[in-house]
């Protein structure tokens, strides 16, 4: 498994604020999205019916933006091994000149789908997304 994962997201009409360009909650819902098709693309079919992730914490720079029509080429990876149950997880989307538009260091927990409780993210998951 790459320690990077792509995806291109285009901004809908849907997505526009009163400002015209995507509102801030679509970029959250789109950096939910890549974390979720990563996890999906990099986990065993067992580790998916056995585990959920959650987030617990969001920080996002934002440096631009899109419009209606306009694409970005997003990007995640994990920087380093977990911590517990948690681990941080980076995405920059970019934009067509290629410029960093938001970049965001995510914090998520790992939960046991049948006890609905936090655990400890095992070794074989996590060597699975490692960057080293």
């Known amino acids: 498994m790459s320690d990077r994962f792509a995806m291109t997201f285009t901004a809908t009409a849907h997505d526009i604020d009163v400002m015209g360009h995507?509102?801030?909650?679509?970029?959250?819902?789109w950096m939910e999205a890549i974390a979720v098709s990563h996890w999906e693309a990099g986990a065993t079919p067992e580790q998916v019916e056995k585990y959920v992730w959650v987030v617990t914490r969001h920080e996002i720079d934002y440096r631009g933006n899109i419009t209606e029509g306009e694409s970005v080429a997003a990007q995640t990876f994990i920087p380093e091994g977990p911590s517990g149950a948690r681990f941080d997880r980076r995405v920059e989307f970019r934009n067509e000149a290629?410029?960093?538009?938001?970049?965001?260091?995510t914090t998520w927990a790992m939960i046991d789908k049948e006890t609905g409780r936090i655990?400890?993210?095992p070794p074989e998951v996590a060597e699975r997304f490692s960057a080293g």
């Open 22 to 29: 995507v509102n801030n909650a679509v970029w959250v819902q």
């Open 98 to 105: 290629g410029k960093v538009i938001v970049a965001a260091k």
């Open 119 to 121: 655990m400890r993210v």
